[in-house]
């Protein structure tokens, strides 16, 4: 997942288990914005998290915003009658997350 955010769940109107944080980006395999199941498990060193669906979601180079990943997590919070706020800055802090590694990982790519 590429230009990445989490966005955390402030208000679930219904099954408010399923939600909580969530990763929001774009897929560069299936090539549009995808919005995640709640996350279960993180792990900052290799950036990737596995979600309530047993999904695993790699993080790829530094936080972003893609438009398209915009437009799903709006007709995503719609359609679930949700209220949400970005939280990347939190979960960076959170989880220690080194972003001059990511920036740098971004100017020499593998």
């Known amino acids: 997942m590429d230009s990445w ?12 288990e399923l939600f909580g944080y969530h990763f929001v ?3 560069i395999r299936g090539g549009h914005g995808a919005v995640s199941s709640k ?18 979601y790699q993080l790829l ?8 990943a915009q437009y799903t997590l709006g007709a995503w919070i719609h359609r679930n009658e949700l209220v949400m706020v970005d939280a990347t ?9 080194d972003l ?4 740098e990982m971004d100017k020499h790519p593998r």
Not at 100 to 103: A, D, F, G, K, T
């Open 100 to 103: 001059e590694r990511l920036q």
């Open 5 to 16: 955010q989490i966005y955390k769940t402030v208000k679930a109107k219904i099954q408010p």
């Open 39 to 56: 996350i279960d498990k993180f792990d900052p060193v290799t950036m990737c998290g596995v979600t309530g669906s047993g999904r695993v």
């Open 89 to 97: 800055h939190e979960s960076v802090q959170h989880y220690k997350i």
């Open 61 to 68: 180079g530094m936080p972003g915003v893609n438009q398209d």
């Open 25 to 27: 980006g774009y897929d």
